[in-house]
Structure formats: C-alpha cells, structure tokens
Antibody, heavy 116, light 110 residues
Framework: QVQLQESGPGLVKPSETLSLTCIVS????????WSWIRQPAGKGLEWLGRIHTSGSTNYNPSLKSRLTMSVDTSKNQFSLKLSSVTAADTALYYC??????????WGQGTLVTVSS | QSVLTQPPSASGTPGQRVTISCSGSSSNIGSNHVYWYQQLPGTAPKLLIY???QRPSGVPDRFSVSKSGTSASLAISGLRSEDEADYYCAAWDDSLSGYFMFGGGTKLTV
C-alpha cells in the first residue's frame, strides 16, 4: 500500500525559506501529479501546487512567486520550497496525490510554525 | 478567500437528510469535475466523491451529489453522529495556468 510521509523543520524563522519533502513508499512515484496542501489551525484547506514526475508544475496563483516544487524519482520523493515566509504561512502541510479517484492518497501532515 | 463558496455551517439530527452547497464559476465547477472531502477532527481529509458523482470504495451511498451549472451540492441521507465533520468541495480551475481549489469548508453538526 502506497504511503506518503512529510518531513522537514517544524520551525522556520520569518523571511526564511520553508522546505519540506514527501517520501512515497510502497509504490512508484512515477507518472502522477503530486500536490502540496496546507491548513492553518482551525481554518480550511489551501492547495499550494502540484508537480508531475516529468517536472511539469502548476502553482496556486496567490503563492506562485514564492513557491518551488521539485521531484526526485530516484529517491521516490518530491519537495516544496516556500520563500519569504511569514506567520501567515504557519500551518499543517500535507503532501497528497489528489484528483485521482480511488487512488487518491494523503500524508498525515506536518506542522510548520513560522516564528523567530 | 475561496472562489468556491460553501456555507460555514450545517446541522441535522440523526436519520435526517442534509445538503451542503458549493458555488463556483464557469472556469471551475462549470467546466470541471467536482470533488468532495470529509475531514474528521485531527485527521487528514478523506475523499468522498470524485468526478462529480463517483464514490471511492468504502464510501456509503448515503453520500450523493448533484451538479447544475456552476454549483454543486453534497447530500447526506440517514445522518449519523459519525458524519459530524468538516466537508470541503474542490475543483480544478482553468483560469491563469490552471490550479486546484478548495471551498472554504462546511462544519456539519449532528
């Protein structure tokens, strides 16, 4: 069974870059789009963007200038970088394979706090 | 601010039928599939409905959807206490370079 696991620092300073990695286990990462989604405490879901294993990306227009996603098929993982973070970027960050019907899957999420 | 508009809350009693609306536009719901998610407290969202009206295996047929133009609705019949959760609609939007979006979410109280 395919599983997703987010990893990265739980604390990031304001103005710095938030970096997260999602490791995909139990199956190949290839030939799918992989997404990042976040959820501030007590608030709704926000789709950040997605990357295909070919390298093609789509980003949320409101975050596009600060976002970079990458994929490493040899390590079966993909990554997120969000630059110039502020307290508003504090959230639970999920990696996921969304909009694939029965084969949709989500990681458990990782909490990232932006604070000095 | 979400482009997909949902009511912030909904409620019902056990056994009732409740509906949750999701209003969008021609560039999202009007031209793409709608997805619905259920999020129980402290857990990741779970896909309830995909491609407008398909249910993943394990999702009971108490959950159904309708779509008309630029709006969609999730209906839950035979309401149960375990249905108390946050519900989100989602869709792809064709504007700009294309992106996926979630509604603001609806807290269902049973």
């Amino acid at each position: 069974q395919v599983q997703l696991q987010e990893s990265g620092p739980g604390l990031v300073k304001p103005s710095e870059t938030l970096s997260l990695t999602c490791i995909v286990s139990g199956g190949s990462i290839s030939n799918y789009y992989w997404s990042w989604i976040r959820q501030p405490a007590g608030k709704g879901l926000e789709w950040l963007g997605r990357i295909h294993t070919s390298g093609s990306t789509n980003y949320n227009p409101s975050l596009k200038s600060r976002l970079t996603m990458s994929v490493d098929t040899s390590k079966n993982q993909f990554s997120l970088k969000l630059s110039s973070v502020t307290a508003a970027d504090t959230a639970l960050y999920y990696c996921a394979r969304v909009a694939y019907g029965d084969s949709e899957m989500w990681g458990q999420g990782t909490l990232v706090t932006v604070s000095s | 601010q979400s482009v997909l508009t949902q009511p912030p809350s909904a409620s019902g009693t056990p056994g009732q039928r409740v509906t949750i609306s999701c209003s969008g536009s021609s560039s999202n719901i009007g031209s793409n599939h709608v997805y619905w998610y259920q999020q129980l407290p402290g857990t990741a969202p779970k896909l309830l409905i995909y491609r407008n009206n398909q249910r993943p295996s394990g999702v009971p047929d108490r959950f159904s959807v309708s779509k008309s133009g630029t709006s969609a609705s999730l209906a839950i019949s035979g309401l149960r206490s375990e249905d108390e959760a946050d519900y989100y609609c989602a869709a792809w939007d064709d504007s700009l370079s294309g992106y996926f979006m979630f509604g603001g979410g609806t807290k269902l109280t049973v």
